[in-house]
């Protein structure tokens, strides 16, 4: 994957992420809320792999 298909899904992640912690603050659902912090991560985790490609030219 590319630089720019990483930092897509990451924003998609965040993105859902985002909503389902609020949902699950809202409703009480602490397991909803919990992967919604998870789903962040992850999408933080892939901004930065994009970041990374990009600075590498794609090479790894």
């Given amino acids: 994957m590319g630089e720019m298909t990483d930092k897509l899904k990451a924003a998609g992640n965040k993105a859902a992420g985002s909503v389902?912690?609020?949902v699950g603050k809202a409703t009480d659902n602490e397991r909803l809320e919990a992967e919604g912090?998870?789903?962040?991560a992850k999408g933080t985790a892939q901004d930065v792999a994009g970041s990374v490609k990009g600075a590498l030219g794609?090479?790894?």
């Fill in 37 to 40: 912090k998870v789903q962040k």
């Fill in 20 to 22: 389902k912690e609020a």
């Fill in 58 to 60: 794609d090479k790894i």
